[in-house]
């Protein structure tokens, strides 16, 4: 089945470093990844749409320039936490989909991100 | 829309017996849902999924059942193994942009 790897999986660092995750499609290329947050005991919000090579689209509330992504190629797109506090705390997940339609997204394994 | 809560239902379902997850969708407009299950601390796996087409699919030990009238939809899990202990999530995806929005989800006991 599609495989999407998520990298890293946990990080803990300081308040106001940055922090950049990479989600990759290992064996499909994706047309358009997307990036979810979930605090615990909670649903997966959508922060934003990412389709390759162009501009992200970012959900109501979520701030771009805080949540920077860059979709370079069809099996790669980051996420950057620029200048993280503890509020960005929280457990980021990628997905992505191929180009054919009501294919279903397939999601990394997660990331776990800490700011201390 | 997005579901928000601070604690998630449960089910507490006997080792062998048959789970029934349910699910209300928020948009009558919605063609394609999927059900997702998670094991904590690990990214959503892809179950089963149906167009608003049918009202009925069958996988592996699971049929999903979609009912449009009640905007309802549910996962049936035969013979319910421990493995199966997870928080298993419904998503809906309304027209082209391919989003999906999420159920607030359920979390599945099985009692060996």
């Known amino acids: 089945g599609a495989v999407v790897s998520q990298h890293p999986s946990w990080v803990i660092c300081k308040s106001g470093t940055s922090v950049k995750i990479e989600c990759r499609s290992l064996?499909?290329?994706?047309?358009?990844m997307f990036w979810y947050r979930q605090f615990p005991k909670q649903s997966l919000m959508l922060m934003a749409t990412?389709?390759?090579?162009?501009?992200?689209?970012?959900e109501q509330g979520v701030e771009k320039d805080k949540f920077l992504i860059n979709h370079a190629s069809l099996t790669l797109s980051t996420l950057t936490v620029t200048s993280a506090h503890p509020e960005d705390s929280s457990f980021y997940i990628c997905?992505?989909?191929?180009?054919?339609?009501?294919?279903?997204?397939?999601f990394g394994d997660g990331t776990r991100l800490s700011i201390l | 829309g997005e579901s928000v809560g601070l604690h998630l239902p449960t089910l507490s379902v006997q080792e062998g017996d048959n789970s029934i997850i349910n699910c209300a969708y928020s948009?009558?407009?919605?063609?394609?849902f999927i059900w997702y299950k998670q094991e904590s601390g690990k990214g959503p796996q892809f179950i089963i999924d149906?167009?608003?087409?049918?009202d009925k699919r069958q996988g592996q030990r699971v049929t999903v059942l979609l009912n449009k009238t009640v905007k309802h939809l549910s996962l049936q899990i035969a013979a319910t193994q421990p493995g199966d202990s997870a928080v298993y999530f419904c998503a809906e995806n309304t027209g082209s942009s391919y989003k999906l929005i999420f159920g607030s989800g359920t979390r599945l006991l099985v009692r060996p």
């Open positions: 990412s389709n390759e090579g162009s501009k992200a689209t970012y």
């Open positions: 948009n009558s407009a919605s063609d394609y």
């Open positions: 149906i167009r608003s087409n049918m």
């Open positions: 997905s992505a989909r191929g180009d054919r339609d009501n294919q279903p997204q397939h």
């Open positions: 064996d499909f290329q994706a047309t358009t």
